[in-house]
């Protein structure tokens, strides 16, 4: 069984910037990994992707220039660095991992079979 666990969430203000991290434990890190974001009253959304290896990775229009998405196979992480944060990037943040991820974007939520329980991040203006 795989379990994701997330952190780096917090309060922020507007310009600032947080990283967040997801450690996974249970199975062979090899499997796409993607963030996901959902703020109160809303779907969860589509942030960022990366490969199984790392050489590839996708954003939302939202994020593109902003966030950037890495991993460590060697120490089975995932990490968000959100920089220029603004107000409406306040949502509780999830890292997800894809199995049946193909290629492309995978935005998809069912595409992804382990979820973490979520960080929470607040950008004050």
């Known amino acids: 069984q795989v379990q994701l666990v997330e952190s780096g969430g917090g309060l922020v203000q507007a310009g600032g910037s947080l990283r967040l991290s997801c450690v996974a434990s249970?199975?062979?890190?090899?499997?796409?990994m993607g963030w996901f974001r959902q703020a109160p009253g809303k779907e969860r959304e589509f942030v960022a992707r990366?490969?199984?290896?790392?050489?590839?990775?996708f954003y939302a229009d939202s994020a593109k220039g902003r966030f950037t998405i890495s991993r460590d196979n060697a120490k089975d992480t995932v990490s968000l660095q959100m920089d220029s944060l603004k107000p409406e990037d306040t949502a509780v943040y999830y890292c997800?991992?894809?199995?049946?991820?193909?290629?492309?974007?995978?935005?998809?939520?069912?595409?992804?079979?382990?979820w973490g329980q979520g960080t929470q991040v607040t950008v004050s203006s």
């Open positions: 990366i490969s199984v290896t790392g050489l590839t990775t």
């Open positions: 249970g199975r062979t890190f090899r499997y796409s």
């Open positions: 997800a991992g894809a199995t049946r991820c193909a290629g492309g974007t995978c935005a998809d939520t069912g595409l992804y079979d382990y």
